[in-house]
């Protein structure tokens, strides 16, 4: 079993920084995938960002390429999603997921390859 807690979400201008943060426990992050989705409501939950068990594989989704990264610090069992040049389109609900994985540098792009998930954190970019 895992536990996964976001913080860090809150209320930004365009063009702003935030940074979310998901501690786990029960399993070390490194003996997981690790992925950043985020839903509106009415929408589906959206993939926006993965990193493989080995954390040799990062993903991103192509609306968030080259302005998110995300990392992880294994010794805070903590994964990272810095979010830079913030768009209110990047307004949502954000969740950290964990995915179990036979391979070590596979990163799953939709929510049936994760099998635990955080509670949520808001992200809201005013115009």
């Known amino acids: 079993q895992v536990q996964l807690v976001e913080s860090g979400g809150g209320l930004v201008q365009a063009g702003g920084s935030l940074r979310l943060s998901c501690v786990a426990s029960g399993r070390t992050v490194s003996s997981v995938a690790m992925g950043w989705f985020r839903q509106d409501p009415g929408k589906e939950r959206e993939f926006v960002a993965g990193?493989?068990?080995?954390?040799?594989?990062?993903i991103y989704a192509d609306s968030v390429k080259g302005r998110f990264i995300i990392s992880r610090d294994n010794a805070k069992n903590t994964v990272y999603l810095q979010m830079n040049s913030l768009k209110p389109e990047d307004t949502a609900v954000y969740y950290c997921a964990a995915g179990q994985t036979w391979r070590q540098v596979a990163v799953p792009r939709t929510p049936v390859g994760y099998d635990y998930w955080g509670q949520g954190t808001q992200v809201t970019v005013s115009s």
């Open positions: 990193i493989s068990r080995n954390g040799g594989n990062t």
